[in-house]
């Protein structure tokens, strides 16, 4: 008979046995999906004229109605006064406006009845023209014909022009991103009271003859898709393939401060705007890094018992990003803040990773990192979400396109550590770029 006993396993194998079961559990979690966050599905059309329509979509917007679609443009080379983002700023404020044929509303108004909303962005190397739209039949058809009839062949006017300048005239003397991109600045005009209609006219066929890329985004059933291709082909019936991102002219400016209405002493520092040049995101990982930092700045700032609040963005275009911030301050708190004699940071110090808590300390990097993928699994059910990533943060000629991040952002997302970040930092911001503007009261 056999001995019961005698264990089944000698001590030396039972040890192996238990090493390898942890091993192997280790490398399932260190492997395994974000179960939470979708992978999308991404399919390639194009429009009669040649422009490429991305579709994206996912499970989870099954049975959903909403529908995201985006027209967007590159800049294209600066040949004339006024700078093209002061025209695509007055163009598309245009278009926003009364541009409809024979319509005292804008498009918002003409659109909110019919569950959408229209949207627009620009910088200074792209152009979106946004839709947001239900795709009930109900709603659809009709918003699809009024869109056409607003893109196709809008009716700039000149009140609209004109009322638009009168309120536009006090330009900022100083902006902080100017210093960015100064060879461009400083020799063009920057007045947008100097625009005239026939220029918008131009600019807005300018852009079509710049066309990017139209980007769909949504739950659609055959017959809406086939609706919106239609419509799609009749907006972009003329438009023509951008040949390049856009021209702007490689400089590499160096840091300044300056110091904007201070007549004396007594003076206090009301407002700073900075800005600072970025490194063109190549990963997942990198954009991480700046949520994670962008989060870290905006909260180690707000808790200086000088200020009031912070404001953070980041323009990611494909060969010229920066990141740009507001702080208002108080007199009263900055006083208080001075006979306490508190530490203050300034905004120039975050740059660097010694003075970053989140850069430093293990505990603020996962709390921030762990804020952010909560985060993240909220946006990422979102198709406006997705719109904004597809246009804004990834590009068809840029190092990170929309599918490399798709196919790679949950990945990125689970083997993400603090010497990722760190490295990250160390690559992204171009600290030798400050700019910062400093608005006395």
């Given at each position: 008979?056999?001995?019961?006993?005698?264990?089944?396993?000698?001590?030396?194998?039972?040890?192996?046995?238990?090493?390898?079961?942890?091993?192997?559990?280790?490398?399932?979690?260190?492997?395994?999906?974000?179960?939470?966050?979708?992978?999308?599905?991404?399919?390639?059309?194009?429009?009669?004229?040649?422009?490429?329509?991305?579709?994206?979509?996912?499970?989870?917007?099954?049975?959903?109605?909403?529908?995201?679609?985006?027209?967007?443009?590159?800049?294209?080379?600066?040949?004339?006064?006024?700078?093209?983002?002061?025209?695509?700023?007055?163009?598309?404020?245009?278009?926003?406006?009364?541009?409809?044929?024979?319509?005292?509303?804008?498009?918002?108004?003409?659109?909110?009845?019919?569950?959408?909303?229209?949207?627009?962005?620009?910088?200074?190397?792209?152009?979106?023209?946004?839709?947001?739209?239900?795709?009930?039949?109900?709603?659809?058809?009709?918003?699809?014909?009024?869109?056409?009839?607003?893109?196709?062949?809008?009716?700039?006017?000149?009140?609209?022009?004109?009322?638009?300048?009168?309120?536009?005239?006090?330009?900022?003397?100083?902006?902080?991103?100017?210093?960015?991109?100064?060879?461009?600045?400083?020799?063009?005009?920057?007045?947008?009271?100097?625009?005239?209609?026939?220029q918008v006219s131009q600019y807005y066929?300018?852009?079509?003859?710049?066309?990017?890329?139209?980007?769909?985004?949504?739950?659609?059933?055959?017959?809406?898709?086939?609706?919106?291709?239609?419509?799609?082909?009749?907006?972009?019936?003329?438009?023509?393939?951008?040949?390049?991102?856009?021209?702007?002219?490689?400089?590499?400016?160096?840091?300044?401060?300056?110091?904007?209405?201070?007549?004396?002493?007594?003076?206090?520092?009301?407002?700073?705007?900075?800005?600072?040049?970025?490194?063109?995101?190549?990963?997942?990982?990198?954009?991480?890094?700046?949520?994670?930092?962008?989060?870290?700045?905006?909260?180690?700032?707000?808790?200086?018992?000088?200020?009031?609040?912070?404001?953070?963005?980041?323009?990611?275009?494909?060969?010229?990003?920066?990141?740009?911030?507001?702080?208002?301050?108080?007199?009263?708190?900055t006083q208080d803040a001075e006979s306490?004699?508190?530490?203050?940071?300034?905004?120039?110090?975050?740059?660097?990773?010694?003075?970053?808590?989140?850069?430093?300390?293990?505990?603020?990097?996962?709390?921030?990192?762990?804020?952010?993928?909560?985060?993240?699994?909220?946006?990422?059910?979102?198709?406006?979400?997705?719109?904004?990533?597809?246009?804004?943060?990834?590009?068809?000629?840029?190092?990170?396109?929309?599918?490399?991040?798709?196919?790679?952002?949950?990945?990125?997302?689970?083997?993400?550590?603090?010497?990722?970040?760190?490295?990250?930092?160390?690559?992204?911001?171009?600290?030798?770029?400050?700019?910062?503007?400093?608005?006395?009261?």
């Amino acid at each position: 008979m056999p001995d019961n006993s005698k264990p089944l396993f000698s001590r030396p194998v039972l040890a192996i046995i238990m090493v390898f079961c942890t091993l192997a559990v280790w490398v399932l979690q260190l492997t395994a999906p974000s179960s939470k966050l979708p992978t999308p599905n991404i399919e390639t059309s194009e429009t009669d004229s040649g422009i490429p329509i991305i579709w994206l979509e996912q499970d989870s917007w099954e049975g959903g109605d909403k529908v995201e679609i985006r027209f967007a443009f590159r800049t294209p080379a600066p040949q004339s006064t006024p700078t093209p983002t002061n025209l695509a700023q007055t163009t598309l404020a245009m278009l926003m406006s009364d541009s409809l044929p024979l319509s005292t509303a804008s498009i918002n108004q003409r659109l909110a009845p019919l569950a959408a909303q229209a949207s627009s962005h620009y910088d200074y190397e792209s152009q979106v023209i946004g839709v947001t739209l239900s795709s009930q039949t109900a709603y659809l058809m009709r918003t699809l014909s009024l869109v056409n009839n607003w893109l196709a062949e809008p009716v700039f006017k000149h009140r609209t022009l004109d009322g638009w300048q009168r309120r536009h005239t006090e330009i900022e003397p100083y902006k902080a991103e100017k210093g960015l991109f100064q060879n461009q600045q400083e020799r063009e005009n920057t007045d947008v009271a100097t625009v005239t209609l026939e220029q918008v006219s131009q600019y807005y066929k300018t852009m079509h003859s710049n066309a990017s890329a139209i980007y769909v985004i949504g739950n659609l059933n055959t017959e809406a898709k086939a609706a919106i291709e239609e419509v799609l082909n009749n907006v972009s019936k003329n438009d023509q393939l951008a040949v390049a991102s856009t021209s702007i002219e490689d400089y590499e400016p160096t840091s300044r401060t300056v110091e904007f209405n201070k007549k004396s002493a007594s003076d206090y520092l009301w407002q700073t705007q900075s800005a600072v040049a970025l490194k063109p995101i190549a990963s997942v990982k990198e954009w991480i890094s700046l949520q994670i930092w962008g989060a870290d700045l905006v909260s180690t700032l707000n808790q200086q018992t000088n200020m009031d609040f912070v404001q953070l963005a980041f323009t990611l275009s494909p060969k010229h990003p920066w990141a740009r911030w507001n702080i208002q301050y108080s007199a009263a708190l900055t006083q208080d803040a001075e006979s306490l004699n508190t530490k203050i940071l300034d905004a120039k110090s975050l740059l660097t990773q010694q003075n970053m808590p989140s850069a430093q300390d293990q505990a603020t990097f996962n709390r921030l990192f762990d804020s952010f993928k909560t985060q993240l699994e909220i946006q990422t059910q979102s198709p406006t979400w997705w719109s904004y990533m597809a246009t804004q943060v990834t590009h068809l000629d840029g190092q990170l396109t929309l599918e490399e991040f798709v196919s790679s952002y949950k990945e990125a997302i689970d083997t993400f550590t603090q010497t990722d970040y760190q490295n990250a930092l160390t690559d992204l911001l171009k600290t030798s770029t400050y700019q910062e503007i400093q608005v006395y009261q």
